[in-house]
């Protein structure tokens, strides 16, 4: 089984389009939406419509569900320029948008071969909690005890994987929004992340790509759609 795992667009639909068109390439089975789809970018109403005709299962990511409800206890402060983007993304969105959001799932579970696999946005228990390289072993606690082979989970917009008792936990970076974590200021790099994990014979492998898309058809959107801050957004492309 080819399975691609993609992750957080979070409405750059420029990009998500890159990914799919390289999912062609590849060729793969199916394909897990890791959550994070919609919020933030220039074209928040296409993602989802793309998304919708692909058929994917797609994880609940905590973007997402701030679209449906802004969270009193949110880990991370809420300024107002996140609220002003959230109100004209819900503004590009219908009702039938907003249905595809409340259908998204807090976990996802396949088999493939025998293997089990797991699927989610941050850890299982929430979306909210932050597995990195260099945490420490308190943040492994909730991927422990799933009987998964493979464990998949984004929101932290960053590739890499590791060994989790035994499980391979994968993050396929993000779609939309990939950033340099060493530069003094955030830049963002125009490629698309997604990870193509393979399960064959009871053994599961993970190869992780880069697709380039074009920072003008990134502007051009935000042109065209009326994005608040549009041009400070995008300015942040590298």
């Not at 797991?118 to 945490?135: A, I, T």
Request: glycine share 8%; proline share 6%.
């Amino acid at each position: 089984m080819r399975l691609a795992l993609v992750s957080d667009q979070h409405g750059n639909d420029v990009a998500f389009r890159a990914v799919v068109e390289d999912l062609g390439r590849v060729g793969v089975d199916d394909a897990i939406c890791l959550g994070d789809t919609t919020q933030g970018g220039m074209e928040p109403a296409e993602t989802l419509d793309r998304l919708r005709a692909l058929g994917w299962a797609t994880v609940l990511g905590n973007a997402d569900a701030f679209l449906l409800e802004v969270p009193d206890d949110s880990p991370e402060p809420i300024d107002d320029r996140q609220l002003a983007v959230r109100e004209w993304t819900l503004a590009q969105l219908d009702e039938s948008h907003l249905e595809q959001i409340r259908s998204f799932e807090p976990v996802v579970r396949r088999e493939a071969d025998g293997v089990q696999l797991l699927f989610c946005h941050g850890p299982p228990r929430s979306y909210d909690d932050v597995l990195l390289p260099e945490s420490g072993p308190e943040a492994l606690e909730p991927f422990r005890g799933h009987g998964a082979a493979l464990l998949a989970g984004g929101h932290t917009h960053l590739q890499w994987t590791r060994r989790i008792d035994g499980a391979l936990y994968v993050n396929p970076g993000s779609v939309g929004v990939s950033y340099d974590r060493h530069p003094d200021s955030l830049a963002l790099r125009p490629v698309a992340e997604w990870a193509l994990v393979t399960v064959e014979a009871g053994v599961v492998a993970v190869e992780f790509r880069q697709v380039p898309y074009s920072v003008d058809d990134v502007l051009a959107a935000g042109a065209r759609t009326g994005r608040p801050f549009a041009d400070e957004w995008a300015a942040q492309w590298v």
